[in-house]
């Protein structure tokens, strides 16, 4: 474009949102190129994390420390991921994305660098907080992307980046498997985690927020929709500007004037009537984490399978959910964009599948289950926070995101324990419990169906 017409585009869009922020000229392309540049930050997150995770217990036992306090390093990360997970995402409500995405990258990459030096198990486990604090890069990415793009093609967006992610994750354990093999390999591997960091801080430094503002959600649109939509909704842009207006001066803002306003928006998530979307999300949560919990040693005493079988039927489905990932644009189509009945659709499919992996009596059956489940929970993990925002409000999308994350920290924390109980009486137990969980989802989602199909029918109204 020549320089003329994008200034008079931009003088005609300040004059429109009132003065209160630039929207930038030729947005769609914009907020095309700032969705791609965020899959990319998805994938290096879980690729410098997978490099390092798979090596840390093996790393902590070479320090010298015994399986018991192990344990307990590990259970402290997951602890403070449950209490921090809610406060960094209503942090980035009010702060912005920018700079709570950045501070998130930042201190992992310093929690990184710490494990680096990790001599003793006390170093070990100090390079753990930061991180258990802060790593919670991929959750406000999401609620990033959630302010980018439409409700209409949300699904597919946080679909495409899972799998971007996933991908990271898959290569990420190959790759510091092979550093492993190196004279301090762990250190170098723990170096590496941290510097790929701090290239992800840069990339989200250096993309184009004024161009790729958060108020332009109706114009990243998909691409198999007839590509990007150009009309703009006034209402939506004057409260978008407003809002940027508050965001810029929340960052100045006093951290305990911060703090009380972090503290008011999770009373109002507490109040809400999402009770019902969590306690689904938690609930099928601790079910797939029941049916991971004790895969490889049933297989081993169920079928006499080795330990290198489970472990390439794990990366198979690992695969097949990325795969999933990137189809959920043409399945979300073919359900009329209801994410309800997708996901009821899918929790259903779940529940019949790991009752196949129960009753189980041949290896084919355990292959086909694990192949179909691939796609069912990928599908389902990302319908169910579409649901959050969806009733919830994209107001407050960090909020209902780390509120999220935090019930799947919970049933993170319960899981083996359940696991542990039910394998006192049969391999079979741990999955046989997470039948009768999704079964409980499934009631509740069934029972709560008027709410859900009423924000469903408003939503596409909305389009």
Not at 94 to 119: M, P
Not at 354 to 380: E, K, N, P, Q, R
Request: with cysteine.
């Amino acid at each position: 474009r020549r320089p003329g017409a994008a200034g008079r585009m931009e003088e005609a869009e300040e004059d429109e949102e009132g003065g209160g922020g630039r929207r930038a000229a030729g947005s769609p392309a914009a907020s095309a190129r700032f969705v791609r540049c965020l899959y990319a930050v998805g994938f290096l997150d879980l690729f410098g994390v997978s490099l390092v995770v798979p090596l840390m217990n093996l790393h902590i036992k070479s320090l010298g420390a015994s399986h018991t306090v192990a344990g307990i390093i590990g259970s402290l990360y997951g602890v403070m991921q449950l209490f921090s997970s809610t406060f960094v995402g209503c942090w980035s409500d009010i702060v912005g994305r920018r700079y709570s995405l950045l501070a998130c990258i930042l201190l992992s990459a310093l929690g990184y660098f710490l494990l680096g030096n990790s001599t003793t198990v006390f170093l070990f486990a100090i390079s753990r907080v930061p991180v258990g604090i802060f790593k919670h890069t991929l959750s406000i990415s999401k609620a990033l992307l959630s302010d980018l793009v439409s409700e209409r093609d949300r699904p597919l967006v946080m679909g495409r980046f899972n799998a971007a992610s996933s991908v990271g994750f898959i290569l990420g354990p190959v790759v510091g498997g092979y550093l492993a093999e190196l004279e301090g390999g762990f250190y170098q591997t723990s170096f590496i985690c941290a510097s790929i960091f701090l290239l992800n801080g840069g990339l989200v430094w250096m993309l184009p927020w004024s161009e790729g503002d958060t108020g332009n959600r109706d114009h990243y649109q998909d691409k198999g929709t007839n590509s990007f939509s150009a009309k703009s909704n006034h209402n939506l842009h004057l409260k978008s500007a407003s809002s940027r207006a508050v965001t810029n001066g929340c960052v100045f803002q006093s951290p305990w004037i911060q703090a009380a306003t972090v503290l008011k928006k999770i009373k109002g998530i507490a109040c809400s009537n999402l009770w019902d979307v969590f306690l689904v999300r938690f609930l099928m949560s601790v079910a797939i984490l029941l049916y991971y919990s004790n895969f490889t040693l049933a297989l081993e005493e169920r079928f006499g399978v080795k330990p290198l079988f489970a472990g390439y039927l794990t990366s198979y489905s690992s695969a097949l959910g990325v795969l999933a990932g990137f189809l959920l644009g043409p399945i979300t189509r073919l359900y009329g964009h209801n994410t309800y009945r997708l996901l009821l659709h899918s929790s259903t499919f779940t529940c019949l599948l790991i009752l196949l992996y129960t009753s189980a009596l041949h290896m084919w059956m355990v292959i086909l289950s694990s192949t179909f489940l691939a796609f069912s929970t990928t599908i389902g993990r990302t319908c169910i926070i579409d649901l959050e925002l969806t009733i919830g409000g994209n107001e407050a999308s960090g909020t209902l995101l780390g509120v999220g994350q935090s019930v799947t920290s919970v049933g993170r924390i319960i899981a083996p324990l359940l696991s542990g109980i039910a394998q006192e009486f049969s391999p079979c137990g741990p999955p046989s419990l997470a039948v009768g969980l999704a079964l409980v989802a499934i009631v509740i989602m069934n029972a709560n169906k008027q709410k859900y199909r009423s924000h469903g029918t408003v939503k596409l109204k909305n389009q």
